[in-house]
């Protein structure tokens, strides 16, 4: 009954370092979606993918990429960190087509601080 | 994109029903209404979803006028552990519920 795994919990990177944000779920949900929450915030949408191959930008995507090559992954990567990326990130997924008012399954979150 | 409004606190003692109001003036006819919860260092959880009139679930109620225009999150009896943002959505049916965007939330504080 896993759900939404994000990985790592927790990760401290050097401004210009790289890394991928992991992400995935057990569900066979078509839809999903990043996001990130700065102290005291509501969340922003980074990037979010409607299917396997297809990916599109949300509210804040500069600095980040996508792909989705499988239905269960959907992996963020920041090319070349910057402290203003400092955030926790948050994946989720729900079944999408004709359950488009379905509600979102939330990942535990990525603790992420750049120095 | 229909945009909502939601008070940014709210404070209450144990054992009171808690109201929460969000406004959301222009919805769209297609538009669900969906409420979740975040407890710090959390993801935010499903809470509960309606479309008209009232909803209720084993954890809250939610009430939407005929104009649909604001709907109110009713928990009942709050304890401790209901200390949570709450954020309210309205899908975005223009754009086929892809870009779904959450806004600054409700922070509720129960007081013991």
């Known amino acids: 009954n896993a759900g939404v795994t994000q990985t790592p919990k927790f990760q401290v990177l050097k401004t210009g370092q790289s890394m991928t944000l992991q992400c995935a779920q057990d569900?066979?949900?078509?839809?999903m979606s990043w996001y990130r929450q700065d102290p005291g915030m509501g969340l922003r949408l980074i990037h979010y993918?409607?299917?396997?191959?297809?990916?599109d930008q949300g509210e804040v995507p500069n600095g980040y990429n996508v792909s989705r090559s499988t239905t269960e992954d959907f992996p963020l990567r920041l090319l070349s960190a910057a402290p203003s990326q400092t955030s926790v990130y948050f994946c989720?997924?729900?079944?999408?087509?004709?359950?488009?008012?379905?509600?979102?399954?939330f990942g535990n979150g990525t603790r992420l601080t750049v120095t | 994109l229909a945009k909502t409004t939601q008070p940014i606190s709210m404070d209450s003692y144990e054992g009171q029903e808690v109201n929460i109001t969000c406004s959301h003036n222009?919805?769209?006819?297609?538009?669900?209404i969906t409420w979740y919860q975040q407890f710090p260092s959390q993801g935010p959880r499903f809470i509960i979803q309606?479309?008209?009139t009232k909803v209720t679930n084993e954890v809250a109620s939610l009430f939407i006028p005929a104009d649909r225009k604001s709907s109110t999150l009713s928990l009942p009896r709050v304890s401790l552990s209901d200390t949570a943002v709450y954020y309210c959505?309205?899908?975005?049916?223009?754009?086929?519920?892809?870009?779904?965007?959450f806004g600054t939330g409700t922070k509720l504080q129960v007081i013991p």
């Open positions: 989720a997924s729900r079944p999408s087509g004709g359950a488009r008012n379905s509600p979102l399954h």
């Open positions: 569900m066979n949900h078509e839809y």
């Open positions: 993918s409607v299917g396997a191959g297809i990916t």
């Open positions: 222009n919805i769209a006819t297609n538009d669900y």
């Open positions: 309606g479309y008209k």
């Open positions: 959505l309205v899908g975005d049916s223009s754009g086929g519920y892809q870009k779904v965007t």
